[in-house]
């Protein structure tokens, strides 16, 4: 049973420039998460979806960056214009249910370079 | 105030030793309290969740205190391979976003 999968692993942009990420859920999982790491810093929580839905994107900067999670496909973080700043391990998360405690497993990660 | 705090470290004992890590959280409405291991660059893992009447894994105990909102993680009998950065986790509601401190790094020695 395959984990969590994110492609890409390393991804480098340059300034202006949009970067594409990409979650397949665990088989069986339909709730999907996003969470950005900043160099030294702890994980911080991006945006939490359903197929076709936005549940919670509370943690979504309010510019540049949209996710979908399509009825077919892997859910999709984009960020557009992308600068140095977004420089970060992104991780998505994926889980079978919500409610109760329900545990998320974390994929790999993709790692954003903006020169 | 962060919503989650842990004290960084970090913590660098002897193999065999027991190390105690402590975390406290700022919202009383928080639901569910988990510890997550994270390895260099790699993807946080579940290590445990935490209860209020406390629970145990080989190793490894938990303890939650609602009252003083405070979160606690034990290792007994320290593992090489118990290095990591350890990751205290809660959230505002039941199967919703996962709210991280930003972690505790344990170095094990020989």
């Known amino acids: 049973n395959a984990g969590v999968m994110q492609n890409p692993r390393h991804l480098v942009r340059r300034r202006g420039q949009e970067a594409r990420l990409r979650c397949s859920p665990m088989?069986?999982?339909?709730?999907v998460y996003w969470y950005r790491q900043l160099p030294e810093e702890g994980l911080k929580f991006m945006v939490y979806?359903?197929?076709?839905?936005?549940?919670?994107e509370s943690g979504m900067p309010k510019e540049r960056f949209s996710a979908e999670f399509p009825k077919e496909g892997p859910s999709i973080l984009r960020i557009q214009q992308v600068v140095r700043g977004d420089s970060a391990a992104y991780f998505c998360?994926?889980?079978?249910?919500?409610?109760?405690?329900?545990?998320?497993?974390f994929g790999p990660g993709t790692r954003l370079t903006v020169l | 105030r962060k919503e989650v705090e842990q004290d960084p470290g970090p913590f660098n004992v002897p193999e065999g030793a027991t190390v105690a890590f402590n975390c406290t959280y700022s919202n009383s409405a928080s639901q569910s309290f988990f510890w997550y291991r994270q390895d260099c660059r790699k993807e946080p893992k579940l290590l445990m969740s935490?209860?209020?009447s406390g629970n145990e894994d080989g190793r490894f105990t938990a303890q939650l205190n609602r009252a003083s909102q405070y979160i606690s993680l034990l290792i007994r009998d320290s593992k090489l391979s118990d290095s990591a950065t350890y990751l205290c986790?809660?959230?505002?509601?039941?199967?919703?976003?996962?709210?991280f401190g930003k972690g505790t790094t344990l170095s094990v020695s020989s």
């Open positions: 986790v809660v959230t505002r509601q039941a199967g919703t976003a996962l709210i």
């Open positions: 088989k069986g999982h339909s709730h």
């Open positions: 979806l359903q197929k076709e839905n936005i549940i919670d």
């Open positions: 935490v209860y209020s």
């Open positions: 998360a994926s889980s079978r249910t919500s409610g109760g405690n329900n545990e998320q497993f």
